[in-house]
C-alpha cells in the first residue's frame, strides 16, 4: 500500500514568557501570528483601551521578532533592502522603515534602533521567519544576523508612562521619542525605545525572557498601571491610523498608496537605490491607483475586513482593510483603500453590511491626535 503523506502543518501556538502572569491575572487569551496572547482581561477591552488614553498600560508583545545585525557594515547592509536612511541614523536613535520588493511592495514595516555598530530590529511575528531569510539572502560577509528568541518585548504605553518608569530607571525620563538606549530596569538589563504603536507617549522594553514576568509585575504594581490586551491594542492603534501588517499593508501594497512615503529617506529620493524604487517613484510622479483613507461609518456596526465599499453613483470604490468602534470618538472607524478619485477628505462613500449599504465618509488621519513627547 503507498504510505500516506500528512501535509505539512503549521506548529501549534506557542506562549509567551509572560503567559503564567496572564493568566493569574485572568486573561483571556487565543491565538495570533504563531503565538497565544492575552486578547483581554477582566476590566474589558473598553476599560483597557480608556485607561492607556488616560493613565498607562502594560502590553505583552513578545511576539514581535527580535533581531539585531553587527558589523561594520551592518547599516549600509540593511540600507539596501529598506526605504530608509539607516546609514544616516545616529547612535541612540530609532526609525520606523518597510523592507520592499521590486515590484515596490511592503514585505514587512519595522523598527530600527541603533546602538553603535548594532542594528536592533523589531519586526512583526508573522514576517519573522520571512525577514531572517531575506536578511540572510542577501546580508554580505561581515555583518552577523541575531535572532534573538530568548527575548521578550513589552509596551509601557499611556500618557504617565513617563512618570512610572522614571521610579524605576530615572534615565527614561530624559529619553526623547524615538530615542533608544540600553537601561536597567531594577537591575535588569534592558533595551528601552520610546515609542509604540498607540498614538501614545510610552515605551517599548526589550529584556531576557527569564526576567521578564519580574520587571512585568514591578510596573504593574505601580497605581497608574493595568494590564492590556490585544483588543485594546487593536483598537488604539486603529485610532492612531497605524497599519498592521496582513491587513492594511503587505506585498502587494506600495508605500504611495499606503500614505507611508514619508519613510523614504531623503538621501534615498537622490539615489533611488533601494528595492522596488522605480515603480515607488512613478506612482509618486503619476499617482497610485488607490489610497489609503480613514472612514467613519454611520450606526453602531463596525465596518470589518473585507467589507466592500461603493461610491455615491454605484460603481466600485474600494474596500475596508481594518474597522471597530472607537471609544475615544464614539463612533464605528475604519481604514480602507478606495480609488484615486475618491480618496478625498469629506467624500462620501457607501459601506456594504450584510447587504444594506451604510453611509461613510473619508476623513483624515489620525482619527484621534498623536500625543507623542517632542
Known sequence: MPIEIAPDEPPPPQPTPLAALHARLGARSGPFAGWILPIQYPAGILAEHRHTRTAASLFDVSHM????????????ALQALVVGDMVGLRPGRQRYTLFTNEAGGILDDLMVARLGERLHLVVNAGRT??????????????????????????????????????????????LRFMDAAELPIAGVPALLTRSGYT?????????????????ATLLLDQPEVAPAGLG????????????????????????????????????????????????????????????????????????RAGANLVAADGTAAGSVTSG???????????????????????????????????????????????????
Open 129 to 174: 521567519a520571512h525577514d531572517v531569510t531575506h536578511l540572510q539572502t542577501h546580508l554580505p560577509a561581515g555583518v552577523t544576523l541575531t535572532h534573538h528568541a530568548d527575548r521578550a518585548l513589552l509596551a509601557l504605553q499611556g500618557p504617565r508612562a513617563a512618570e512610572v518608569l522614571a521610579r524605576l530607571a530615572p534615565p527614561a525620563a530624559q
Open 324 to 374: 471597530t468602534f472607537s471609544p475615544s470618538r464614539e463612533a464605528c472607524i475604519a481604514l480602507a483603500y478606495v480609488r484615486r478619485d475618491l480618496a478625498a477628505d469629506g467624500t462620501e462613500l457607501f459601506a456594504l453590511l450584510r447587504g444594506v449599504q451604510v453611509p461613510a465618509q473619508v476623513v483624515p488621519l489620525p482619527f484621534v491626535p498623536h500625543r507623542y513627547p517632542r
Open 232 to 303: 485594546a491594542r487593536d483598537s488604539l492603534r486603529l485610532e492612531a491610523g497605524l497599519p498592521l501588517y496582513g491587513h492594511d499593508i503587505d506585498e502587494l501594497t506600495t508605500p504611495v498608496e499606503a500614505g507611508l512615503t514619508w519613510t523614504i529617506g531623503k538621501r534615498r529620493r537622490m539615489d533611488w537605490d533601494f528595492p522596488g524604487a522605480e515603480p515607488i517613484r512613478d506612482q509618486l510622479d503619476h499617482g497610485a491607483p488607490r489610497h489609503r483613507v480613514g472612514l467613519v461609518v454611520q450606526g453602531r456596526s463596525p465596518a
Open 65 to 76: 521578532g527580535q533581531l539585531s545585525l553587527a558589523g561594520a557594515d551592518a547599516a549600509a
Open 199 to 215: 498614538g501614545e507617549d510610552g515605551y517599548e522594553i526589550s529584556l531576557p525572557a527569564d526576567a521578564a514576568e519580574r520587571v
